[in-house]
Each structure stands twice: as C-alpha cells, then as structure tokens.
C-alpha cells in the first residue's frame, strides 16, 4: 500500500477553479490507478473522476464532466483534479484513492475497487 496525500483544497466563488493534487512519496504510485471521490455532508460519497496506471484512460462522473479533468505527472509521482466553472453543489470533501494494477487495467468507478485512500481535502463553494 502507498500512503496519499491530498492538498489544494479551499474556498472559492461560484465559477472559479481550483486544483486538487494527490502525492506519494513512493515510487510504487506509478502501477497505481487513481481516482478522485467526494462526500457532501449528509451524502454519500461518490466517484468523481480516475485515471489508469498509464494515463492513456481517464473517465469522470456526468457531473463534472467538462469541467474537471484528471490528468498524472509521473516524474512528480503526483495526480491532479483540475476543477474549473465550480459551483455550489461540488462544495465536499475529495478524497483521492488508488490501487495497485496492470498496465492495461481499465479502473474502475466503483470505491470499493481502491485500497489505499488519503485523508480528504475540503473544497467549499460559494454562491
């Protein structure tokens, strides 16, 4: 398992843009697959968007398609969630998750597919 660490949470108006980063200090990120969740209090937490161990597959929720983009810097070991046109109802905690795969593996959408999860980064939006 690697340890994830979220950061770029924060406030921002309605129709700002924020970038969310998902780190791990090991080496072993790169054979991972990731994938960014939500949860709204009172809500469930749902799947956002993921990005295979290659890169060459990424797939996001209807939600936010258009408007986030997943993308991987492998020299950084790192994951973003680029976040643009922000509305109100994204204000959640996003946890980034990830699992270890094959280099064709197509991830999954589902959370119970990812066995390592970081702590969450808060992203409030305001109208």
């Known amino acids: 398992q690697v340890q994830l660490v979220e950061s770029g949470g924060g406030s921002v108006q309605a129709g700002g843009s924020l970038r969310l980063s998902c780190a791990s200090s090991?080496?072993?990120?790169?054979?991972?697959?990731v994938a960014w969740f939500r949860q709204a209090p009172g809500h469930e937490r749902e799947f956002v968007a993921t990005i295979s161990r290659s890169g060459g597959y990424a797939k996001s929720a209807t939600s936010v398609a258009g408007r986030f983009t997943i993308s991987r810097d492998r020299a950084k070991n790192t994951v973003y969630l680029q976040m643009n046109s922000l509305k109100p109802e994204d204000t959640a905690v996003y946890f980034c998750a990830g699992r270890r795969t094959i280099l064709t593996a197509t991830p999954d959408v589902q959370a119970d597919f990812y066995t390592s999860w970081g702590q969450g980064t808060q992203v409030i939006v305001s109208s």
């Open positions: 090991r080496s072993a990120f790169s054979e991972y697959a």
